[in-house]
């Protein structure tokens, strides 16, 4: 599990709905990876940063972006909604 504050925990629980829990674990491995690597994202950067570059099982998540089932769109509404509420822009 990752350890990490509680603010970053209660936004990734926003996301949570919207990946399998089989997926979920691994989704939120990259997308706390990618806030973390330097210059280009490639899956092997960000696994690396999370210090997972020489885990057995690199396929699961190449997986997560290639063949799990979630929509990218319900991501991104979800985030919007999330940004929204911190700026509080959603009452204007």
């Known amino acids: 599990m990752l350890n990490l504050p509680a603010v970053v925990t209660a936004i990734l629980a926003l996301l949570s709905s919207v990946f399998t829990s089989s997926v979920w674990y691994h989704a939120q491995i990259l997308v706390v990876g990618a806030i973390l690597t330097p210059g280009k994202r490639t899956v092997r950067a960000i696994l690396s940063v999370m210090g997972l570059r020489y885990s057995r099982h690199l396929q699961n998540y190449h997986r997560v972006l290639n063949r799990a089932r979630w929509s990218s769109r319900a991501v991104r ?3 919007l909604h999330v940004l929204l509420n911190v700026f509080d ?3 204007t």
């Open 77 to 79: 509404r979800k985030l």
């Open 89 to 91: 822009l959603s009452s």
